[in-house]
């Protein structure tokens, strides 16, 4: 299973591409692989305001349903736009093609709560 | 009994399979105070024929609308249902089913419901349609809840009085805990008050709900209403009680509604003292994740061979339980069968006809009974199969009359609606021949039916 | 006698659409008897683009090859745990199809209905002795809609109480309808573990003030009896609480333990599953609804009562929780469900209960070696075996389908989720030893080709209409309706 060093990732298994104020979230290769054939996916609006631990979207297999959270706080800015037609890239690129949503970080940091690739390798494996 | 096959041998052999002495040790779970200590107080197993001889001496007492002239409507119609109907969903491959859980054994249900849901389409003008609800009252208000669903923050619904008692009573009762407001919109010659509506719409409603026809069989402008409620981004909900009347007008889809509700007992389900009937239930594509209830979908086999599962789950209550969009689990299946019969054997020039004959049945009677000294009919707008009048004598007392001549005259109208306390609701179907029009006629006006 | 060889005639069928031909009719309808008059022409649609066009023979066929692609319980053992997919016997057929109980309008005055009337108040009496009810509402529509009638009663007592309270208590093993019907009365769902019997003291833990009611089924998914379920009761009584029981599990019950002796306050009957009516390819149910003493005020309108001159409706009951539905419940399948009560009497009634539960012992005692059975405290009416075990990489869902190609209906699977790939296999009273034999053998036979030939079960089924079919690309792109192409 592939997590990359350049993400953050939560307990539960989002991950978050910080580059700028604005950071990329998405699900986890272990989130997506937990959930199997992912059929659709639900996704805020632009403008929406997140908070950190709330729910943004869900997430849904043939039959189970994911509730996804918001890793860290701030503005919608952007969303994949392509998801509703394509949940798959969910699946088959997580990192990449299956990114979320786009936000607008209103306090950096919340960053540092969150794990880095060698730690969530480890609580995935005790999980 | 005769449904119990188990011989004293067999027992004696399962028991001993078990490792149990008798059948009382299997229920040692049971605590002993939660045991009934005395037989069940009912009567004793009666034989086949008894069951049946009793049953028929019920049956015997009540009135049935093919003895007597009846033109009672109101939400369950007497249409004559093809021979064609009973004889194919007594196959008991398809009665005795459940669910179909196991897609590759219920290929016959999962088809006949995809098309179901075609015709259900096809015939409110819909893009989406679910395998069938309780009853229309039941799906209208389920209607009502998906709009605060999808509504966002708004939470008052418009519910137009010319909508069926029955429905607006249900919707009361589903929405009673969800912090909804439920407001009237009054009616004005007997279609819903467009100006008063006007007034009533905000950003705060999430849905305005209309009958097509309604109570009384008008036919409501609804293109009309549609471009009211949209412009303060309101969802439309028709309901409608007589889906035959979507036979001849306009459909309710191609008028601007957002969802279209209603009762199918009209095509091929008996009238069985009002039930089972079949609610159906049909949204724009926007909606489909929304919608309660059932759905049923198109996909392919290993070998790439059609065929139809049970779809988009995650909506259902088996899946996300409190957050489900209905609890709805078992719906109308076997009745959902008798109208996809119903619907293939009329057609698209049967359904036709038989909506214009009702039409003209009823047009006739409307006609000849306005004629009457004593009797107007006070609403002059289209109808389908039903219409009002109302009348000089006590509406109870007139009824009763008519009983006694072996007819049934209509529903009162007084309880549900106090203007018109005189007022009857007469329903006029393809059952109802010239000659038991006029004897209605001739009865109304006092003399003998 | 255990094989999966053997001919079958499984032949495709189009779309109604697809075979549908311009100008074919399938209808006749009685000649116009008044002057023919159309409405304003405004108002008129066009005719129904792409409605089916077909012969009456046309119709007739498409049906009955649908039909012979289906599974029921008249094709053969259908252990569908939860659903109690018994015999519908054919008596109860024809006594609902009886003339005087189809043709009859439901506003047709009361006092010319009365035989209807009579069989709703017997029904409504047999209900309550069966139950320990003392009045029950036939009005709600399926199961689903008798928990949501019960649990608005149980809101509507405590506002009438003057109290308002926001929680309700349901143990996880319970059905999904329970959480789903608690949400729509308002009430916030507090889950709590159960992976067996539920105990007092699990309750005694989130039992407060604030919990309108406890949602049980009683006996609950695993088939176990609830033992503590009296004690359970006093303590959410004593804490003002209410009890709600989920009837789907009756059929274990009949004769031996009633719900409404134990301190139960509000409980759903499935007529069509304890009461043998059909369950249609999927309805139409019927949910009644029993109820202690203090709930009555509040029962949904109307319901049937006795009074000096005749059976009548009673809708004045100013405490009421309204309307379900249109009129006055399934009654068709009211007449079906009262029809076999008649058959089976109190003693019938209580065999059928004990049989049901032999049955399921029975098949318990002959998988147990072979299947993992994680409970292994005494079951009743079914029994719930999990995937443990299954060799080669071998699931439940492979266990299922495998079973069709040997021509029975799988039972129920994944459910309970406190079960790790739970089979659960109700097999209902109606059927006999030698059908249970078969049945068990097939199993051990699967479980045996799990060991040997593990592809035989992953390739299954090969022998229904269609192979094992794409849920993903169904829920990923729907298509929901036929549409020209």
Known sequence: MNFPEELKYTEDHEWVLAEDDVVTIGISDFAQDQLGDIVFVELPEVGDTLEEGKTFGVVESVKAVSDVYAPVSGEVVEINEELPDAPEAVNNSPYEDGWMIKIKLSDPAQLDSLMNATVYQEFVEKD | ?449 | MMSTEGRGLVLDENLLFEKSQSGRVGYSITRLDVPAVTPDQSLIRDEIADFPELSEVDVVRHYTRLSTWNYGVDSGLYPLGSCTMKYNPKINETAARLPGFTDIHPQTPEALNQGALELMYNLQRDLGEISGFPAITLQPAAGAQGEFAGMLMIRAWHEANGQKRHKVIIPDTAHGTNPASSALCGYEVITVASDGILSKEAIAAVMDDDVAALMVTNPNTLGLFEADIRGICDLVHERGGLVYSDGANLNAMMGISRPGDIGIDVMHFNLHKTFSTPHGGGGPGSGPVGVADKLIPFLPVPYVVKEDDGFKLEYNCPQSIGRMKSFHGHFGILVRAYCYILSMGGEGLKRASELAVLNANYIRARLEGEYDLPNKQRSLHEVVFSEEGLQNDCHTLDVAKRLIDYGYHPPTIYFPLVVHGALMIEPTETESKQTLDEFCDVLLAIAEEAKTTPELLKQAPVRAKVKRLDETAAARRPKLRWERG
């Not at chain 2, 402008?221 to 009211?228: K, M, Q, R, V």
């Not at chain 2, 004598?393 to 009162?412: N, Y």
């Not at chain 2, 018109?420 to 039916?449: M, Y």
Request: glycine share 8%.
């Open chain 2, 1 to 449: 009994m005769r449904y119990l096959p188990h011989t004293d041998v067999d027992v004696q052999q399962m028991l001993d399979q078990i490792g149990v002495s008798n059948i009382e040790e299997l229920f040692s779970g049971v605590p002993a105070d939660c045991r009934l200590k005395r037989p069940l107080d009912l009567s004793a197993a009666k034989s086949e024929s008894e069951t049946l001889t009793f049953l028929r001496g019920l049956a015997e007492q009540n009135t049935k609308t093919s003895d007597w002239d009846s033109f009672l409507g109101g939400g369950a119609y007497n249409h004559f249902i093809p021979a064609v109907i009973d004889q194919l969903v007594s196959r008991s491959e398809f009665y005795t089913a459940y669910t179909p859980y196991q897609p590759e054994i219920s290929q016959g249900t999962l088809q006949a419901v995809f098309e179901f849901q075609t015709l259900i389409c096809q015939l409110t003008g819909m893009d989406v349609a679910n395998a069938s609800m309780y009853d229309g009252a039941s799906a209208c208000a389920e209607a009502v809840l998906l709009t605060i669903r999808a509504g966002k923050k708004r939470h008052k619904i418009l519910l137009s009085q010319g909508l069926p008692p029955q429905y607006r009573e249900t919707i009361a009762t589903y929405s009673a805990h969800l912090n909804i407001d439920l407001i009237d919109i009054p009616l004005q010659a007997g279609v819903t008050d467009q100006a008063e509506l006007q007034k009533l719409l905000s950003d705060q409603v999430a849905a305005v709900v209309i009958g097509y026809p309604n109570y009384f069989g008008q036919i409501e402008n609804l293109g009309s209403i549609a471009e009211l409620t949209h412009a303060s981004g309101t969802r439309l909900v028709a309901a409608v009680s007589e889906p035959l009347a979507l036979a001849l007008y306009r459909s309710p889809g191609e008028l601007g509604a957002d969802i279209v509700v209603g009762e199918g007992q009209s095509f091929g389900i008996p009238l069985s003292y009002g039930g089972p009937g079949i609610g159906f239930f049909a949204v724009r594509k926007e909606d489909m994740r929304v919608l309660p209830g059932r759905l049923v979908g198109e996909t392919m086999d290993k070998d790439g061979k059609r065929g139809f599962v049970l779809t988009l789950a995650t909506r259902e209550q088996h899946i996300r339980r409190e957050k489900a969009t209905s609890n709805i689990c078992s719906n109308q299946g076997m009745c959902v069968l008798m109208v996809a019969i119903y619907l293939a054997l009329h057609g698209k020039q049967g359904l036709r006809q038989l909506a214009e004959v009702n039409y003209a049945k009823a047009v006739y009677a409307k006609e000849k009974i306005s004629q009457l000294d004593g009797f107007s009919v006070p609403f002059s707008g289209e109808t389908f199969n039903e219409f009002v009048i109302t009348c000089s004598e006590p509406v109870a007392a007139l009824k009763q009359r008519l009983e006694q001549q072996g007819v049934l005259a209509g529903i009162s109208l007084g309880r549900d609606y106090p203007d018109l306390e005189n007022g009857l609701l007469i329903c006029v179907t393809e059952q109802n021949s010239q000659e038991q029009i006029d004897r209605l006629v001739a009865a109304l006006a006092g003399g003998e039916a």
